[in-house]
């Protein structure tokens, strides 16, 4: 298990609203369901841990602040994690469809 360390994580966000609006929703809707998937109910709890697990794990490979990130994910929970994790470190997202040819992916 991962852990984030919340002082760099908040150092290094060069938009606070993002993340103000994160752990806002969080703070007033911690146990309510965020997302519904084939697999059960995501409480905003649970997307917000995963988000800074993720966000902590870009952040050791030496993601930075303004970097790219390539995202090849269908459309579900882990795509918005991983697009929330991104925002919370301030890397721009570059969204890849994974139903096109590996030779059109610029990654």
């Given at each position: 298990m991962a852990h984030v360390n919340e002082k760099s994580a908040k150092a290094i966000n060069p938009d606070p609203?993002?993340?103000?609006?994160?752990k806002n929703i969080v703070s007033d809707r911690a146990d309510q369901t965020a997302i519904l998937t084939k697999d059960g109910p995501v409480s905003?709890?649970?997307l917000n841990a995963n988000a800074r697990k993720v966000a902590s794990g870009l952040l050791a490979k030496g993601i930075q602040t303004g970097?790219?990130?390539?995202?090849?994910?269908?459309?579900?929970?882990?795509?918005?994690?991983a697009m929330l994790a991104c925002a919370r470190i301030g890397a721009v997202i570059a969204p890849l469809d994974p139903t096109h040819a590996r030779e059109r992916l610029p990654f």
């Open positions: 609203g993002v993340s103000s609006c994160v905003y709890r649970k970097d790219h990130v390539g995202l090849l994910a269908h459309r579900g929970v882990e795509a918005i994690t």
